[in-house]
């Protein structure tokens, strides 16, 4: 969920019997699908994550990392439920999300984005407290340990909570057989 133009799908190729990574930039799909090359057991579908067009039970896995439970700017919930609703049973979704004490890093790394025309130029009167906010619109928030038991609970699923090198926030979510 949130391939943009396959970077972390790339990497996770060689572990796996096929991935469908989806996206709704379009430009981010066709980049993806130059640099796919030859590869044959990845594909690229340009879909909006909380309306999977996949049946129920279809995947092992589903990845939204880097952010993308807030870079999307849609309803967690929704988000979650239907990542869960395609996996199969013993199934897993991970979710990522930044941690507060990287705040200047992940700063530096959305200026330079906007520098090279990837998001808008940052409002820095708005940007704060855990949020990065672009003047095109874009809003980057953060989904800490208390949000994820919260979407868990209230979607009434287990879920496993790693943290990273004090930069990110895992959370695995299940399905139970």
């Not at 709704?24 to 980049?31: V, W």
């Not at 940052?122 to 949020?131: P, R, V, W, Y």
Request: hydrophobic share 40%.
């Amino acid at each position: 969920m949130g391939c943009g133009y396959g970077r972390v799908v790339f990497e996770l190729l060689p572990y796996a019997k096929t991935i469908i990574g989806i996206d709704t930039s379009k430009n981010s799909l066709r980049l993806a699908n130059q640099l796919k090359k030859e590869e044959d057991n990845c594909e690229f579908i340009e879909m909006d994550a909380t309306n999977l067009s996949f049946k129920d039970n279809t995947f092992d896995v589903v990845l939204c990392v880097q952010n993308g439970i807030n870079a999307f700017g849609v309803d967690k919930l929704r988000l979650v439920k239907e990542a869960h609703r395609v996996l199969k049973p013993d199934g897993i979704a991970l979710f990522s999300s930044y941690m507060k004490q990287f705040w200047f890093p992940r700063l530096n790394w959305f200026e330079l984005q906007a520098k090279h025309g990837l998001i808008g130029e940052i409002d820095h009167e708005s940007t704060g407290n855990g949020t990065i906010v672009c003047k095109d619109g874009l809003q980057l928030g953060l989904t800490d340990v208390n949000d994820f038991r919260m979407i868990g609970k209230q979607l009434d699923l287990p879920i496993t909570l790693t943290e990273v090198d004090n930069s990110s926030l895992f959370c695995e979510f299940t399905k139970d057989i």
